[in-house]
């Protein structure tokens, strides 16, 4: 056996002094609960949410099963517990194990007996092509970067893989944890800090907290770490779901490793189904502490390739169309100034659509509001009541202005696709400045709330205007019809869609004070 993450500082990570050691896994769970780690120095940016999301089901399991339910204050007792979780099998935690009948990190045993008699294939040269992205246009992260990994490159690369993914292929299956082969596995949830150490222990004492509602769905001291048990890739013998931890670390995929001439080698081989036995029915509604699911179908959250946009982020934090995860609802305990911390690498057909990651600072103000749920579902209806209206600005009020302005004063002559552009900047401008305008609404009435709101979407909405107006194409023979008509049209529907943005002492007119001094008149007649 070789490669201990028990016992062999094989994890790099820095310090609060600035320097650089390596850690074995025991260590790393442990200096989490001192605060004092900043970072993994080999992560990569879309191995962070598997690795967090690792590394908290396996202490949460540890403290409930093997610790007595409080987090260890020592070194040892964790190492204890990860052996306990394993079964007693010290295998189960090194990256090497030449007895192939035994387990190794998160490597099942071979009930076959070989490598070959199991049909094994040793074709994943390099870490980077072992992990979930899926690369083609030439700026994208390039595969087979990495011509000399280290060990710690192979450990988060199979974290990665084996936790994270989906559907690729005919005897490549994906985890339970997500809606589909073809979805994806978010995290949002709640963080008192962007640390490592201060989200890694608050997202441990809510998998606490939530253990015992799980005990309906799952067996409490069941497997925990699925790649102890022999796994043959047939359909029958996938274990049960029902049968194992509520918080059980899953493997999707058959590989081991072996050591040749000092390098790594990884060897792979197909299944002929999932390594855990779920209802179709299921749709991803696993229990995962960070998985927003669907009120309506109970369907887990797919991330699309838009991201977290402020709309979908919003419909999550204040329980629109998805149940809020255990990981983003408000505790007792979490007082000041919080985080909302979303992400999700979104997954398609043969292509991978964008590594998302949003984080949204939520001030004392509001962490107040939204720990309390009439206050909560108040505030979470003037965020549906923003979404709307913003939509209506950009239906009402842009689209027709800028698309008569580039039809020539034509009002029939609109086209979606040439107004896009503007739509979309205008969507950025507001998606930047939405939380933040919604905090500060916190201690306003309705009407003053409103009035900031409809102030703000018609400062952006002049911004849209007057750049359509400086760039978009037109002919010379109806340039100033263009112009009439589409000024006509924008401030108009303005003042209809945004009432209260406009007072006695406020001019139709007025600009932000971030926009150009252009006006009708020093424009030159082409």
């Known amino acids: 056996m070789?490669?201990?993450?028990?016992?062999?500082?094989?994890?790099?990570?820095?310090?609060?002094?600035?320097?650089?050691?390596?850690?074995?896994?025991?260590?790393?769970?442990?200096?989490l609960t001192q605060d004092n780690i900043l970072s993994f120095e080999a992560l990569q940016a879309h191995q962070q949410q598997a690795w967090h999301s690792f590394l908290v089901q396996l202490a949460a399991m540890a403290v409930a099963r093997e610790t007595g339910g409080t987090p260890p204050d020592t070194v040892a007792p964790w190492r204890d517990?990860?052996?306990?979780?394993?079964?007693?099998?010290?295998?189960?935690?090194?990256?090497?194990?030449?007895?192939?009948?035994?387990?190794?990190?998160?490597q099942s045993p071979v009930p076959e007996g070989s490598l070959d008699d199991a049909g094994y294939k040793a074709d994943v040269p390099t870490p980077d092509q072992l992990d979930v992205l899926i690369t083609s246009k030439s700026h994208d992260v390039k595969a087979r970067r990495i011509r000399h990994p280290d060990p710690e490159h192979w450990i988060y690369a199979v974290v990665t893989l084996q936790t994270m993914e989906g559907f690729l292929g005919r005897g490549n299956y994906g985890v339970v944890r997500m809606n589909g082969g073809f979805g994806n596995r978010p995290l949002v949830g709640l963080s008192p800090d962007l640390s490592w150490a201060d989200h890694f222990k608050r997202d441990v004492d809510v998998l606490l907290n939530e253990r015992n509602t799980l005990s309906e769905r799952y067996t409490l001291n069941g497997p925990a770490l699925l790649w102890t048990r022999p796994w043959d890739g047939a359909k029958d013998s996938a274990i049960p779901l029902a049968d194992c931890d509520p918080y059980f670390l899953?493997?999707?995929?058959?590989?081991?490793?072996?050591?040749?001439?000092?390098?790594?080698?990884c060897w792979r081989a197909n299944t002929k189904g999932q390594r855990v036995d779920a209802p179709d029915s299921l749709n991803g509604d696993t229990g995962d502490p960070w998985t927003p699911i669907e009120k309506s179908g109970g369907k887990a959250l797919t991330l699309p390739g838009e991201g977290f946009t402020y709309d979908r982020l919003q419909n999550i934090v204040?329980?629109?169309?998805?149940?809020?995860?255990?990981?983003?609802?408000?505790?007792?305990?979490?007082?000041?100034?919080?985080?909302?911390?979303?992400?999700?690498?979104?997954?398609?057909?043969?292509?991978?659509?964008?590594?998302?990651?949003?984080?949204?600072?939520?001030p004392d103000s509001a962490s107040g509001w939204l720990r309390k749920k009439s206050r909560r579902e108040k505030l979470g209806?003037?965020?549906?009541?923003?979404?709307?209206m913003m939509d209506e600005v950009r239906r009402t009020v842009l689209y027709p202005a800028i698309g008569t302005l580039l039809g020539g004063g034509d009002t029939d002559a609109i086209e979606f696709d040439d107004v896009s552009p503007w739509l979309d900047a205008f969507d950025r401008a507001v998606d930047a400045r939405f939380f933040e305008a919604l905090w500060a609404s916190v201690d306003l009435d309705d009407t003053e709330a409103r009035r900031h709101w409809e102030s703000l979407l018609w400062e952006e909405a002049q911004v849209q205007f007057d750049d359509a107006k400086d760039h978009a194409p037109s002919t010379a023979t109806r340039y100033w019809k263009a112009r009439s008509s589409a000024r006509t049209i924008f401030h108009g529907s303005a003042r209809d869609t945004l009432k209260y943005a406009f007072t006695d002492s406020e001019s139709s007119s007025s600009k932000p004070?971030?926009?150009?001094?252009t006006s009708e008149s020093n424009v030159p007649r082409p």
């Open 2 to 31: 070789m490669y201990s993450l028990l016992d062999d500082p094989l994890l790099r990570v820095r310090l609060p002094d600035n320097t650089v050691q390596g850690q074995s896994l025991p260590q790393i769970l442990h200096r």
């Open 81 to 106: 517990a990860l052996v306990g979780l394993a079964d007693g099998d010290e295998a189960a935690w090194h990256l090497v194990v030449a007895d192939e009948s035994r387990p190794a990190f998160f």
């Open 250 to 265: 899953e493997i999707c995929r058959r590989i081991r490793f072996q050591e040749d001439n000092g390098d790594l080698v």
């Open 318 to 362: 204040f329980a629109g169309e998805y149940a809020p995860p255990p990981a983003l609802q408000f505790r007792d305990s979490d007082d000041g100034h919080m985080y909302v911390v979303a992400r999700a690498l979104v997954r398609g057909q043969g292509k991978t659509e964008g590594l998302h990651h949003r984080i949204v600072p939520v």
């Open 381 to 388: 209806e003037r965020a549906r009541d923003r979404v709307e």
């Open 513 to 517: 004070a971030n926009s150009s001094p």
